[in-house]
Nanobody, 124 residues
Framework: QVLLVESGGGLVQAGDSLRLFCAAS????????VGWFRQAPGKEREFVAG????????TYADSAKGRFTMSRNGAKTTVYLQMNSLKSEDTAVYYC?????????????????WGQGTQVTVSS
């Protein structure tokens, strides 16, 4: 079992950048696919970005392409979501999730382990 803790959220203005962190405890992310999801008030949870089990492949939602970058540290203990050119529509609670059996990165039901979320608010 892996425990996930997100951090790095905050209140920023449109056009600013934020870097989110997802730290693993209990074990590393080795052999775990990790995804970033977000949920805005009144909306369903949506996929933002994901990194494959071996860390070689990253996948992005269309809304994130060109603005967000997901990465993982060499020790496989932390994943990051660098968010640039933030827009008001990026406002949401951001969650990281992990699972060793993910086959479709963007499906939240495939992830068993979730963090508590970190709030990102972008003012226009």
């Amino acid at each position: 079992q892996v425990l996930l803790v997100e951090s790095g959220g905050g209140l920023v203005q449109a056009g600013d950048s934020l870097r989110l962190f997802c730290a693993a405890s209990g074990r590393t992310f080795s052999n775990y696919a990790v995804g970033w999801f977000r949920q805005a008030p009144g909306k369903e949870r949506e996929f933002v970005a994901g990194i494959s089990r071996n860390g070689w492949t990253t996948t992005y939602a269309d809304s994130a392409k060109g603005r967000f970058t997901m990465s993982r540290n060499g020790a496989k203990t932390t994943v990051y979501l660098q968010m640039n050119s933030l827009k008001s529509e990026d406002t949401a609670v951001y969650y990281c999730a992990a699972d060793p059996t993910v086959t479709t990165m963007g499906v939240p039901q495939e992830y068993r382990y979730w963090g508590q979320g970190t709030q990102v608010t972008v003012s226009s």
